[in-house]
């Protein structure tokens, strides 16, 4: 049995989840869920990442453990509030990771990070470059399926009513804060910044990833592997292998510009 196997899970506080404990680890890699995701779906990309890389997955309120938590009222609110629960655990090489929403959250709580607090590399997954960011209008009412499929979540239409509100529940509250996010140009971030969209992606455009270049002065990478809108969090060699070169560089190899796979 392997030490990732064996490792009991364990929350930080309200909103951080750490499925695979690696307390040795040089390098924690911070993920971002998409609209309506929950920690503990980076379970299985926890284990996967155990040799290089402890895996810490932000608990969002309105799912899961925290269910009963409201959302903060704005997502500036909500940056935040992250900002805050991160700030006693960013030490030694760490990065950030996001999925669709997830994306464009960890940019902001990594623009909102003060200098010399900021991560190394920041991992934006199925998701438009900031300024392209367009929320639903009015999520509350919207149709139930068209909700699921906005989030990327189509194949839990067939679920049982009462799991299908629950999901439905933390999009709804997820997207509500996305509505009202408002892009406000920033200086470029020191950290290497790598756009990441699955071949099979029905939601974003491959010519989308090149926007999240003006986003850094460091190295800047395009990639499309294996998968859908959502990556990291299912069981597919490329996203796997993708996170685990990236994380394993060197800290002065993320200075190098262009790349593209």
Not at 211 to 220: D, K, L, M, V, Y
Request: charged share 20%; hydrophobic share 45%.
């Amino acid at each position: 049995m392997t030490t990732a196997a064996r490792v009991r899970p364990r929350v930080e506080g309200d909103w951080l989840f750490v499925p695979v404990p690696q307390p040795h680890s040089p390098y924690r890699l911070f993920c971002f869920p998409h609209a309506g995701g929950d920690a503990t779906a980076y379970t299985r990309l926890a284990r996967a990442l155990a040799p290089v890389a402890e895996v810490w997955a932000l608990r969002l309120p309105a799912r899961g453990g925290r269910l009963g938590h409201p959302m903060p009222g704005s997502f500036d609110l909500l940056v935040e509030a992250v900002v805050h629960a991160l700030d006693p655990h960013l030490t030694g090489r760490f990065g950030f990771y996001g999925q669709s929403f997830g994306a464009l959250l960890g940019y902001e709580v990594a623009q909102a990070l003060p200098a010399g607090r900021r991560p190394e590399l920041l991992v934006a997954a199925a998701a438009s470059p900031p300024a392209d960011w367009i929320g639903p209008e009015r999520p509350q009412q919207q149709d139930a399926d068209d909700l699921l499929r906005l989030a990327g979540l189509g194949e839990l239409i067939e679920l049982e009513p009462e799991l299908k509100e629950h999901a439905l529940h933390s999009i709804r509250a997820d997207l509500a804060v996305s509505t009202g996010y408002r892009h406000r140009p920033h200086p470029p971030l020191d950290a290497a910044l790598h756009a990441v969209i699955g071949a099979e992606d029905p939601m974003v455009g491959t010519a989308r990833l090149d926007g999240w270049a003006e986003h850094t002065r460091a190295a800047f990478g395009r990639h499309t592997v294996p998968g859908g809108h959502l990556l990291a969090t299912v069981d597919l060699p490329g996203p796997v292998e993708l996170l685990t070169s990236l994380i394993t560089r060197p800290a002065a190899a993320h200075q190098l510009t262009m790349e593209q796979t």
